[in-house]
């Protein structure tokens, strides 16, 4: 954990409700999977935004509006400074992915799997992307992904863009060794049914402190309870008890 | 050069300034980004007879001025602590620290207070008698004079230790309560913890805490403390620990003027975790710009 100041570059919208922000300060050790807390005009608690990419001094956040800290975040300007907690979180297993690691993501649990398809492939991994939005307008960073070299597949409930239906329903077009998934936990759920190789996924809870305090985001798991924004938030498929 | 130590129970701290239970864990992830030796003490994660998860989530939320918690205790038993987390702590931290105890019946209070009691690190046994969290125990023994005088007899009786009792907000009368447990042997009292509260989501129509209700702490509960510190100090004569709201060295100095020996930060650790060490530092300097160079003379002063 490090606390430092970071300066806003831009921040604009993405996507429906969904805002990019990316930032400048000091990003050493933060690695695919963590998150930062951040400290935000007129509230308490900090709030835990998903690392969606660290390169040199500039961190990448994407978060979609759904209260009163995320509508306040979006409300900020070019120039703001933050206070800003970094390193939170234990990140994910880059050497659990075998050759061909496939990368799950449902909604705003998309942006932390752009670091680590980046970390995987600089691995030299053959990466395969599975985007899962409700409907076209939702859809966001499908060029990204595939300008780092993954191969994407996109899926929306409605069929206006890709395959129709959820990500389970791509995952027939794909071969892989291991998958790393981040998204609603009926999404990781229906991922771990069908998925026949080990998993990595990213969970999500209501938090107090962010780096292991309070244990207000603690989970029962197979291995024990498990403060997810120290232990986790990437738990191993075995161990996550739905 | 201004003297911040003050004496709690007859252990001399080098400065009143105390992390709260469960808003420090047990001290590591601090420890991890200062030296936590800085501190008075600590009062470490309350410890119950068995390992607890505590309440489903979720189990925190953001209010005006602060937050609501309903973590529920939860914690890895008196065992493990005794077995491995003392041991580990002994790395980090080299004081006597408080051993926050809660429990479910009077026998476990006593329990939880005696194996802790006989740890050579422990310094002070905190007796919560005060979560709003938990059903059928915790806060039950908190609000009631003569259960809250039995429970502290009888841990009292149990340990050599000093026994400061944590006294609940949510009460008619907390100066009943503190001189119930005065009566009861108890060496201190320590005050508050949580205000009850609850938050409901108008957008799912529904409280925002899987236990409806949760403990608010945080800035905006300050002044509530501070006028319950200020009360019980008039009505007991044993040594005052305050709590609730403290965020600056500026807050200890009005807890201390208004009855506290000794004073905890809370909240505030979660939301900065240099808080409890920016407090320490801020000590000096403010005791300068308010006149005052021996930190003990002021307890009470503004009575």
């Known amino acids: ?242 | 050069m201004v003297n911040t130590s003050v004496e709690l129970c007859g252990i001399t701290l080098d400065n009143p300034v105390i992390p709260a239970s469960g808003t420090f864990g047990y001290g590591k992830e601090f420890a991890e980004i200062y030296d936590i030796n800085i501190l008075g003490t600590f009062s470490f994660k309350g410890t119950t007879g068995e390992e607890r998860f505590g309440n489903p989530t979720p189990r925190i939320a953001e209010t005006p001025g602060g937050m609501l918690n309903a973590v529920g205790l939860q914690n890895p038993g008196v065992e493990h602590v005794i077995d491995t987390v003392l041991p580990d702590m002994k790395s980090y931290f080299h004081k006597k620290v408080m051993a926050n105890v809660s429990g479910f019946s009077v026998d476990e209070y006593v329990r939880v207070s005696s194996l802790l009691g006989k740890e050579e690190q422990v310094g002070w046994i905190e007796l919560n008698i005060s979560c709003p969290n938990v059903h059928g125990g915790g806060m039950s023994f908190g609000t009631n004079e003569r259960s809250a005088r039995e429970v502290t007899k009888a841990v009292k009786s149990a340990t050599d230790k000093p026994v400061i009792v944590k006294l609940s907000p949510n009460v008619t009368d907390i100066c009943s309560i503190a001189k119930a447990c005065e009566k009861g042997g108890a060496d201190g009292i320590s005050l508050i913890n949580t205000l009850m509260g609850m938050r409901i989501d108008i957008r799912r129509k529904k409280p925002v805490l899987a236990n409806v209700t949760g403990g608010y702490s945080g800035s905006g509960v300050f002044p509530v403390a501070l006028r319950m510190v200020y009360q019980v100090f008039e009505a007991v004569d044993i040594p005052i620990v305050g709590m609730g709201g403290v965020s600056s060295a500026e807050d200890v100095i009005e807890m201390m003027l208004a009855g506290a020996t000794a004073v905890e930060v809370g909240a505030a650790n979660l939301i900065d975790p240099y808080a409890s060490k920016k407090i320490v530092d801020g000590l000096p300097p403010a005791m300068e710009k308010y006149g005052i160079t021996t930190l003990k003379d002021i307890i009470g002063g503004a009575h």
């Open chain 1, 1 to 242: 954990m490090k606390n430092t100041t970071f300066e806003i570059l831009t921040n604009a919208p993405l996507a429906k409700d969904v805002y990019r922000m990316t930032l400048s300060g000091d990003t050493d050790g933060v690695v695919p999977g963590q998150f930062v807390d951040i400290q935000i005009d007129g509230g308490y608690l900090r709030r835990p935004i998903s690392v969606c990419d660290a390169e040199g001094r500039v961190l990448t956040l994407i978060y979609k509006t759904v209260g009163k800290g995320t509508e306040e975040m979006a409300s900020y300007k070019a120039g703001k400074r933050l206070d800003l907690l970094t390193s939170l979180g234990n990140g994910y297993d880059l050497f659990a992915s075998g050759d061909h690691p496939l990368l799950i993501g449902g909604g705003v649990g998309v942006p932390p799997l752009y670091m680590l398809a980046k970390e995987l492939i600089k691995q030299g991994k053959d990466v395969g992307v599975i985007l899962g939005f409700n409907t076209s307008c939702e859809i966001f960073y499908e060029e990204e992904f595939a300008s780092l070299g993954a191969r994407v597949a996109i899926t929306t409930v409605d069929g206006s863009r890709g395959t129709k239906g959820f990500v389970t329903d791509a995952l027939g077009l794909f071969d892989y060794t291991f998958v790393y998934a981040c998204g609603p936990k009926p999404m990781l759920k229906a991922v771990c049914d069908k998925i026949t190789t080990g998993g990595q996924f990213s969970l999500e809870e209501r938090m107090g402190c962010g780096f292991g305090a309070c244990m207000g985001c603690s989970v029962k798991t197979a291995n024990g309870f498990k403060r997810l924004c120290k232990d986790g938030p990437v738990l191993n498929k075995e161990e996550i008890l739905w």
